[in-house]
């Protein structure tokens, strides 16, 4: 049978790494035959984007390409806006230009949805967004736009809220492969037992990242047009715990040490989703413990090491 053509904006990234794994090893997206930008390719550069939609011709967009690290919002709130509001725009122009008739699915974050009070936990769909971050507007915006043009234009569109991501190939400006670098670092006699740490007394939903790659599989296939989904496990995890489960897998007993400079005293102290939506139209579970996932991140951390 014919594989279906992907296009994956952002492929060169954490998430899109795996998806183009999932294709190669026969995961949840081996039917489709994944086409990705070439590596210097810019989404606010419309030639780039209009080319791009001309050459490969797909039967459906994964859109992962944006500016997603928070704090850089802050720092540069233009580029935020101009790659994951502007860039979104620039792909939908193109895909109007290509009489596009297939499906798309915008990858926006649970970041949106700013700070919920602790007794409206869990978070599902129905909340009303509200981003308390540059780059959770810029997500909300490109949401909009995206079903704006499901409006008016007809576009089979979903969104994707998806919480936390953890495991292999994150950044390490994240605070999972953050942690785990100084863990590896002691376990290979390189770094004092002592951790420096931010607020890890904090809760967040975190899910691993091949079974985030899984839902959007489930999405493509199985998901209503129109349709926001929340992504997530439903269970809080406290950063602290999985710091001292990292530890105790590589048998090490540390002094955790929280340096003031890294705290963020606004953030959501905690934080839960419910994917019940989700699995209702797809099917969809997340299948990896957390156990596997912090192995596999240690794993990395101590390759790079």
Known sequence: MKKRRLLVTGAGGFVGRHVRQSSDEGGSFAGWDIFAPPRDWDIRNVPDVHRTITETRPDAVLHLAAQSFVPRSFEDPHET????????????????????????????????????????????????PEPRSPYGVSKVAAEQLCLQWRRAEGLDVMIARPFNHAGPGQDSRFVLPALARQVVAIAAGKQPPVIDAGD???????????????????????????????????????VRDLLQAMCALRGLSVEIRQDPTRMRPSEQRRMAADAALLRKHTGWEPSITMESTLNDILEEAGNRI
């Open 200 to 238: 890890i007394d904090s809760t967040r939903d975190f899910t691993d990242v091949r079974d985030v790659v899984n839902a959007y599989a489930a999405m493509l296939d199985r998901g209503e047009p129109g349709t926001t989904y929340v992504i997530g496990t439903g269970r809080e995890y406290r």
């Open 81 to 128: 806006f101009a790659i994951n509001l502007g860039g979104t725009l620039n792909l939908l122009l193109a895909l109007r230009a290509a009489n596009f008739a297939g499906r798309m699915l915008f990858v926006s974050s649970g970041d949106v949805y700013g700070r919920v009070p602790e007794d409206q936990l869990p978070v599902d769909e129905s909340r009303i």
